[in-house]
């Protein structure tokens, strides 16, 4: 039992490896790293009908009783995919919004989502910061890198890229995984 209750609180997450640039024999860098933010959604937090009611009572100036008093749980739901889908708006396609959304009103839909991948650290920082001016918790922001090639297409099959989860492919890899809290 208490490996089960462990098991909801923790999050397996892998370990990029940290990878260097890559340099030809005159030094010309061929592969480097950008520093990058992927945005993920938590949905035991979002489908949470208190932390909707938290983000709602902030966005009308209410307090929580009054969301309470005034909204039952499928409302406070739709209220609360509203104000998600309105902050993430910018930053992330109808696709992902759609994922989010349902990961509040559907108990069926996933437990965990990357929504954004390789936001630039300007742009996570900003919605980090708006998504907690409007009270929405339920989001993480993971570290990751970007591989950049300089020369497009030059060599990849050798010097590895990653696809589009990214999973690495070629020289690039994992070092391990991690438990961290949810």
Do not use: C
């Amino acid at each position: 039992m208490a490996e089960k209750a462990r098991d909801e609180r923790l999050f397996e997450e892998g370990i990029p490896a940290r990878r260097g640039r890559i340099m030809d024999r005159h030094g010309e860098v061929l592969v480097e790293n950008q520093p990058v933010r992927d945005l993920a959604a938590d949905g035991y937090q979002l489908r949470d009908v208190r932390v909707g009611r938290r983000a709602v009572a902030a966005a009308e100036g209410l307090k929580m009783s009054q969301v309470r008093d005034r909204y039952d749980d499928a409302e406070v739901r739709r209220r609360f995919a509203a104000l998600v889908g309105g902050e993430l708006g910018p930053h992330v396609g109808a696709a992902e919004r759609g994922l989010v959304q349902s990961m509040i009103l559907d108990r069926g839909a996933p437990s965990y989502a990357v929504v954004a991948r390789g936001l630039p650290f300007t742009e996570a920082e900003a919605l980090r910061k708006a998504l907690a001016a409007a009270g929405i918790r339920g989001f993480r922001f993971e570290d990751s890198n970007r591989r950049v090639f300089t020369n497009p297409g030059r060599l990849t099959q050798v010097l590895g890229y990653t696809d589009t989860e990214p999973v690495a492919v070629g020289v690039d890899g994992q070092m391990g995984t991690r438990r961290t809290p949810r």
